[in-house]
T-cell receptor
């Protein structure tokens, strides 16, 4: 069974701090997606990374795909209350999409 | 506005009472899917459809049925709901026949089975 483990499961920090959340697996994925889900809504795609070692930036969010394509990280610089939400990663393996359980992030003003 | 809609948003029912959760998308997407989301377990796929009249089981299909008679609609049917089907349900669609392109999610249906 392929698993994507996300850590930490829960993170609560003050506005302005930096943070990194992780998405790890023992399996290789051909691509990996990060979604953000706000309370009462469905997940929304933030980014897709495809190449090992790839780094993508979305304003204050930096996404990295591991060299071996087994893991990924999301770094947020100077977190803001609007970043609050559940961050989900999903990895593509053959014709399946494997989902992590998510990191619940709360940014306190 | 391009969107996926689900109805109802909230539903409380009793064991054994058949129910249908509707899902509709206005983006002319071929791929549609149903997920359930439970704390600590993430999103688990129930059923998916790559086109009209084509449906297939996901990871947790037991106790659920779906149909795809029209491209825009993909209802989820619980013939005899049980308490272990209490969950948050999401419908999603994608512009390709593959799940691993961008998926657009509905707002969710919170189902409680007593």
């Amino acid at each position: 069974t392929q698993l994507l483990e996300q850590s930490p499961q829960f993170l609560s920090i003050q506005e302005g701090e930096n943070l990194t959340v992780y998405c790890n697996s023992s399996s290789v994925f051909s691509s990996l997606q990060w979604y953000r889900q706000e309370p009462g809504e469905g997940p929304v795609l933030l980014v897709t990374v495809v190449t090992g070692g790839e780094v993508k930036k979305l304003k204050r969010l930096t996404f990295q795909f591991g060299d071996a394509r087994k893991d990924s990280s999301l770094h947020i610089t100077a977190a803001q209350p609007g970043d609050t939400g559940l961050y989900l990663c999903a990895g593509r393996s053959n014709y399946q999409l494997i989902w992590g359980a998510g990191t619940k992030l709360i940014i306190k003003p | 506005e391009a969107q996926v809609t689900q109805n109802p948003r909230y539903l409380i029912t009793v064991t054994g009472k058949k129910l249908t959760v509707t899902c509709s998308q206005n983006m002319n997407h071929e791929y549609m899917s149903w997920y359930r989301q439970d704390p600590g377990l993430g999103l688990r796929q129930i059923y998916y459809s790559m086109n009209v009249e084509v449906t297939d089981k996901g990871d947790v299909p037991e106790g659920y049925k779906v149909s795809r008679k029209e491209k825009r609609n993909f209802p989820l049917i619980l013939e005899s709901p049980s308490p272990n089907q209490t969950s948050l349900y999401f419908c999603a669609s994608s512009g390709t026949r593959e799940a691993f392109r961008e998926q657009f999610f509905g707002p969710g249906t919170r189902l409680t089975v007593l």
